[in-house]
């Protein structure tokens, strides 16, 4: 099949009529319906098709057991009404580099293989990257367990729903020790190529970045009836922490983003007794990074106190900077460059990924399509035809000049 037939066809899968956008949430039926996508590629392909513990998926193209495997990939779950191409990017380039290979002639001289990680984005569960999290032992077995999304359903519970063994998960060194190089591509989030030009760009590291739950503790009141001068109202205070957020970053060169909020009672015409609030902060380095949260903590806590609201914060999860193996990603800039017409810029990302987790384990590289608009993890989200082509063009280079010589 065609990047184009491949595209139409996983296109409609998990789409909201009502937003635009997608809801491929991990163990739901759009998920169900991505996963038997992935596998009837593979088979299509006669590539060896195989699930593993933690319900990542593998198309294998030669002995898996051999080792030092190129493996490419990423995922086909999305965030709530995100866009097309966050992930099945990826996948769907991935199974076309090959075709693209194979109808070259292309002979390989190590096993190759196409990954579709699960719950990479975390929006049902509320951690990223959990399929390769547990593959590289990044999350422990009891951890997972330990995750539950909005309607207190855990992971094991949602996965067994699903037809999975979830008394299985948990790292997998053996799996690991096949790979001898990942190369996740993926849309830009951002407008860096846009800005130079280029349709293709290689990954230089991915910033460090965390999640922090602000929780904000006041009294339960009457809208109506209760003075202004009485009141002990959260929601203020997070108010406060929202402008903080975009006061600090700007001061650090840095992002910071309240996007998700709870509220109790969450009434109309009730003053919250809790307001709870996710902020989302990523900077360059560490040193910046620590900067913004502080300053954000601490006018959050000074606002808080004047106004007589508790306040607790809890560091979700932290994932530190990632350089990407620069071996590997000199190796695909020198691929890439063989080609006079094809410049290589190299940027940075403040997005995490799978190849980022899988990094401290085996080496990894990113190959990043440009995006007109910058916009990510909204229906807005694009990428040009001709962009798409050229990433599956220079993908198939890749895994040629590594997997082929």
């Known amino acids: 099949m065609s990047f184009h037939s491949m595209w139409?066809?996983?296109?409609?899968?998990?789409?909201?009529?009502?937003?635009?956008g997608y809801r491929r949430y991990a163990w739901t039926g759009a998920d169900a319906e991505c996963r038997a996508w992935f596998e009837d590629q593979a088979r299509a392909r006669q590539l060896a098709y195989e699930t593993d513990r933690n319900g990542n998926q593998w198309a294998w193209l030669g002995d898996p057991a051999a080792g030092?495997?190129?493996v490419t990939g990423s995922h086909l779950d999305s965030v709530p009404d995100g866009g097309a191409f966050d992930g099945p990017l990826g996948v769907v380039s991935a199974f076309a580099a090959l075709d693209e290979l194979r109808r070259g002639g292309a002979r390989f001289t190590r096993p190759l293989a196409i990954v579709n990680f699960g719950d990479e984005e975390g929006a049902r569960f509320g951690l990223a990257c959990v399929g390769s999290r547990l593959t590289a032992g990044a999350l422990t077995v009891e951890g997972a367990h330990r995750l539950t999304d909005g309607d207190g359903i855990t992971l094991p519970k949602a996965m067994e729903a699903a037809g999975y063994d979830p008394d299985a998960i948990g790292p997998d060194p053996e799996r690991l020790a096949r790979i001898g190089a990942f190369v996740e591509l993926h849309v830009e989030q951002g407008r860096a190529l846009d800005l130079t030009g280029d349709a293709v760009g290689v990954a230089s590291a991915i910033w460090p970045h965390g999640r922090w739950r602000f929780d904000f503790r006041g009294e339960a009141n009457h809208?109506?009836?209760t003075r202004l001068a009485d009141r002990r109202d959260p929601m203020l205070s997070y108010a406060e922490a929202v402008l903080a957020a975009r006061r600090e970053a700007e001061l650090a060169g840095a992002v910071a983003t309240f996007g998700k909020i709870a509220v109790e009672p969450n009434g109309v015409n009730a003053i919250p007794s809790l307001v709870r609030g996710w902020l989302d902060s990523r900077a360059a380095d560490q040193h910046r990074l620590d900067t913004v949260v502080t300053g954000i903590e601490k006018a959050a806590r000074e606002y808080a106190a004047a106004h007589g609201v508790d306040l607790d914060v809890v560091r979700e999860?932290?994932?530190p900077v990632v350089e990407f193996d620069h071996a590997l990603r000199d190796e695909l800039a020198r691929i890439l460059g063989k080609d006079a017409e094809l410049t290589v810029p190299v940027l940075g990302t403040g997005a995490g990924h799978d190849a980022g987790i899988l990094s401290a384990r085996v080496p990894t590289a990113m190959l990043f399509v440009r995006n007109p608009t910058g916009v990510s993890h909204s229906p807005a989200e694009s990428a040009a035809e001709d962009d798409c082509v050229a990433g599956v063009r220079a993908l198939a280079d890749v895994l040629e000049g590594l997997a082929c010589t």
Not at 8 to 20: D, K, T
């Open 317 to 319: 999860s932290f994932t």
């Open 8 to 20: 139409a066809e996983l296109l409609p899968v998990g789409r909201s009529s009502a937003s635009g």
């Open 223 to 225: 809208a109506g009836t």
């Open 68 to 70: 030092n495997a190129v």
